[in-house]
């Protein structure tokens, strides 16, 4: 009935399948409570389908990247909808707490969304130009998170926690409809075998230029990561707002990686890698230093630690596109392995850099000690690209 794709998919269909990646991380939490309640359980126990999910998609990157290099971007895609679809369904029908989590952790397939299309953006454009298209795609990354929580909100009041998953397990089999008609395979030339592939990986580790882009956004997202654990408690200790204001302030961070994101779409085909993920660092940096110096100034106010959070957004909407497209870039063979080493190793550090957060905040210092925080991850986020442009003006191939 629909005819399989033989071309290289439209960025349309790229967008949409990177935003229906990112959307089950969230647009169930309002669910959350619903959930305990139904299933009878602690909650803290149904919190585990956040971490899990979050675990599961950082494994499956590993997998799933290197298993597009081999076999190609197309069947590692279709499969994980296909699991992801099925696991929709088993959350939908789970009437205890085991089956219910390992559905929620199966659902991290949906994962391939994101790898595979970086890789594929790879494989049909140079760089710069990679770095402009996933500058769209990413702006998909941040909207799916910041409208998700509110629909899924609307569906629990109106058909309970279960229409989540339902709605999940549709979507989630359109857009494989979609990628089995629109995207056709783009690895032209896949491993001859798994055991040739990895013995092609040391000449991906040994790349110093492939750590600097890695670690770079890494830092970037660590900082994100401290403000999403930092933000609600300075907003209950320090401003008193309400969970309503809250959920509007926190969206600022979202709404500047939009726009930062367009601006790397726009413009990162014109310069060289590395000088806009300089300038998304020079941006968060300059912002964060500045909310800092007024906090510590005596100025604690809202505006000043969301109004940095929304510039350290457009700095990270900036850098992330084109650190994406410079880190698949230092092997192309490998793209899906860079891609997928590089989505876990930003999660992993958001990990580290959130529990240093964490560890550190209290009710008393939490707005400056935040704002420390974010800037001191940024900065080594700076120190990261500056390197990078340091290994190429040393004379090294480059991905620019």
């Not at 595979?116 to 953006?121: K, M, N, R, T, W």
């Not at 800037?375 to 190429?392: H, I, K, P, W």
């Amino acid at each position: 009935m629909f005819a399989t794709a033989r071309t290289p998919p439209r960025l349309l269909t790229l967008i949409v399948v990177s935003a229906m990646s990112i959307l089950p991380v969230s647009m169930f939490l309002p669910s959350l409570p619903a959930i305990a309640a139904d299933l009878r359980v602690e909650f803290a126990l149904v919190n585990l389908s956040i971490a899990g999910y979050a675990a599961s998609t950082a494994v499956l990157q590993l997998i799933m990247g290197p298993l597009s290099d081999r076999y190609g971007r197309r069947p590692v895609l279709l499969a994980g909808l296909a699991v992801f679809v099925l696991a929709s369904v088993g959350c939908g029908l789970a009437t205890d707490i085991t089956t219910f989590l390992a559905c929620r952790f199966l659902q991290g397939a949906v994962i391939a969304g994101y790898t595979v299309s970086l890789a594929v953006i790879r494989d049909t454009a140079p760089p710069g130009q990679a770095a402009s298209l996933i500058g769209y795609v990413t702006m998909a990354w941040a909207i799916a998170p910041l409208l998700g929580p509110a629909l899924g909100g609307v569906l629990e009041e109106a058909f309970g926690w279960r229409a989540n998953f339902w709605l999940f397990a549709g979507l989630g089999g359109a857009t494989l409809v979609l990628c089995w008609v629109d995207l056709g395979e783009t690895n032209r030339h896949p491993a001859a075998t798994i055991l040739g592939q990895i013995r092609a990986y040391p000449e991906l580790f040994r790349s110093r230029r492939y750590w600097g882009y890695t670690l770079c956004m890494a830092f970037a997202v660590g900082a994100f990561y401290a403000y999403l654990g930092g933000a609600p408690l300075a907003a209950r200790a320090v401003f008193g707002m309400s969970p309503a204001m809250l959920g509007v302030a926190m969206g600022a961070a979202t709404v500047g990686f939009i726009l930062g994101s367009f601006l790397c779409g726009r413009y990162a085909n014109r310069y060289p890698l590395t000088t806009t993920m300089i300038a998304g660092r020079i941006v968060a940096c300059a912002g964060l230093a500045g909310g800092l110096a007024l906090s510590l100034a005596g100025l604690v106010h809202p505006v000043v630690l969301f109004g940095a959070c929304a510039i350290l957004g457009v700095g990270n909407g900036l850098t992330i596109p084109s650190g994406n497209a410079g880190a698949m870039s230092v092997r192309p063979a490998l793209a899906g392995t860079a891609a997928g080493l590089a989505g876990a190793l930003m999660v992993g550090g958001g990990g580290v850099v959130s529990a240093i957060a964490g560890a550190v905040l209290t009710e008393g210092n939490v707005v400056p000690a935040l704002l420390a925080i974010m800037l001191a991850s940024s900065a080594a986020g700076l120190l990261a690209a500056l390197y990078v442009r340091r290994v190429d003006r040393q004379g090294g191939p480059t991905a620019a």
